[in-house]
C-alpha cells in the first residue's frame, strides 16, 4: 500500500519565484496535514483539513502562504513569491480520522531552498 | 495550552547501552502523547502511543515509554541501542481529539560502535 506521497522531493528556486509543493495522502484517509520543519523553529503545523475542508490555518506565516485540497486524494501548497526565510522541508501528513489522537503518516518531505 | 517539551537536543550512547529520551509535558490533564521517528530524509512514523489505556507502552524497535502522571513525563526508552536506531525522535502530545498535535524540538540519537 502506498504511503503519502510528496513531490518535488527537492526544490531549489530564486526569491520571488512561485512555489508549489505537491501531496497525495493515503487512500481512505479523511484528513491531511502540512508542517513545516527549520532547525529554529522545529515540526510546525502550518494548515490541515478534514475532509478536504480547511479547518485551522493559523499556522500559515502570511498571505504569501496558501494550500488547497480540490480533492480527497490531492492537496497543494503554495508560496509566492518565496523568500529565503522559506527554505525548510516541509512534509504532508494523512490520517484516518479528524482526531488528532490518530496516527499520522507522513510523507518524505519537500526540501525547498529559495536563494 | 498543550506544549510537550524534549531535554537535549542530542543524545550520544553506544551500542549495546540503554537508551533513555526524555519529554515532559506541561496540562492539567492527562493529554494523549505520542513518540514518532524520523531517519535521514524521510518522514515522521510512528513509534508508540499512550492513550490512557495502561501507563507503559511498547512500541515498534523494541522502543518502551511510560506515562508518569507525577511526573509530568513520557520518557522513551530502549534497553539496548543499535546503530540502525540512530535517528532523530520526536515527542508529541495533545489534550484532546479536537486540539491540534504539538510536537517538541526533536532530540536527535547517535548511537557509537
Known amino acids: 500500500d502506498a504511503g503519502v506521497i510528496q513531490s518535488p522531493r527537492h526544490e531549489v528556486t530564486e526569491m520571488g519565484q512561485e512555489v508549489t509543493l505537491r501531496c497525495k495522502p493515503i487512500s481512505g484517509h479523511n484528513s491531511l496535514f502540512w508542517y513545516r520543519q527549520t532547525m529554529m523553529r522545529g515540526l510546525e503545523l502550518l494548515i490541515y483539513f478534514n475532509n478536504n475542508v480547511p479547518i485551522d490555518d493559523s499556522g500559515m506565516p502570511e498571505d504569501r502562504f496558501s494550500a488547497k485540497m480540490p480533492n480527497a486524494s490531492f492537496s497543494t501548497l503554495k508560496i509566492q513569491p518565496s523568500e529565503p526565510r522559506d527554505s525548510a522541508v516541509y512534509f504532508c501528513?494523512?490520517?484516518?480520522?479528524?482526531?488528532?489522537?490518530?496516527?499520522?503518516?507522513f510523507g518524505p518531505g519537500t526540501r525547498l531552498t529559495v536563494l | 495550552a498543550q506544549s510537550v517539551t524534549q531535554l537535549g537536543s542530542h543524545v550520544s550512547v553506544s551500542e549495546g547501552a540503554l537508551v533513555l529520551l526524555r519529554c515532559n509535558y506541561s496540562?492539567?490533564?492527562?493529554?494523549?502523547l505520542f513518540w514518532y521517528v524520523q531517519y535521514p530524509n524521510q518522514g515522521l512514523q510512528l513509534l508508540l502511543k499512550y492513550t490512557s489505556a495502561a501507563t507503559l507502552v511498547k512500541g515498534i524497535n523494541g522502543f518502551e515509554a511510560e506515562f508518569k502522571k507525577s511526573e509530568t513525563s513520557f520518557h522513551l526508552t530502549k534497553p539496548s541501542a543499535h546503530m540502525s536506531d540512530a535517528a532523530e525522535y520526536f515527542c508529541?502530545?495533545?489534550?484532546?481529539?479536537?486540539?491540534?498535535?504539538?510536537f517538541g524540538k526533536g532530540t536527535r540519537l547517535s548511537v557509537i560502535a
Open positions: 496540562s492539567s490533564v492527562p493529554p494523549y
Open positions: 501528513a494523512s490520517s484516518r480520522t479528524s482526531s488528532s489522537t490518530d496516527t499520522q503518516y
Open positions: 508529541a502530545g495533545t489534550l484532546s481529539g479536537n486540539t491540534p498535535l504539538v
